[in-house]
Nanobody, 125 residues
Framework: EVQLVESGGGLVQAGGSLRLSCAVS????????IGWFRQAPGKEREGISC????????YYSDSVKGRFTISSDNAKNTVYLQMNSLKPEDTAVYYC??????????????????WGQGTQVTVSS
């Protein structure tokens, strides 16, 4: 059974940091790219970062570039999203998703094969 389980969300003050984890099971970790997405209340889901399969090239949206860092730990089958300099507008439910394709398009959520259940991040001002 394929599972993606996010953790690490919570409440933090503006300027603070959080590290989200996406633990995956049920498929070969290195054979899938992993993307992070978020959805704020009343807004569309937004792709913010991804790490490609095999070679682990990383990508970021303009909204998080320079503040967030995606990484992977093959030994733990886990992808992390280190979030620094958090802003109130980063408040959202954060999801990770897996894609079998070689790319990891942040704007094409339908291309992703599996999704986690999400973790809430709230940034207070």
């Amino acid at each position: 059974e394929v599972q993606l389980v996010e953790s690490g969300g919570g409440l933090v003050q503006a300027g603070g940091s959080l590290r989200l984890s996406c633990a995956v099971s049920g498929f070969t970790f290195d054979a899938y790219g992993i993307g992070w997405f978020r959805q704020a209340p009343g807004k569309e889901r937004e792709g913010i970062s991804c790490i490609r399969r095999n070679y682990r090239t990383t990508y970021y949206s303009d909204s998080v570039k320079g503040r967030f860092t995606i990484s992977s730990d093959n030994a733990k089958n886990t992808v992390y999203l280190q979030m620094n300099s958090l802003k109130p507008e980063d408040t959202a439910v954060y999801y990770c998703a897996a894609i079998r394709d070689w790319g990891c398009p942040l704007g094409l959520m339908a291309e992703y094969d599996y999704w986690g259940q999400g973790t809430q991040v709230t940034v207070s001002s």
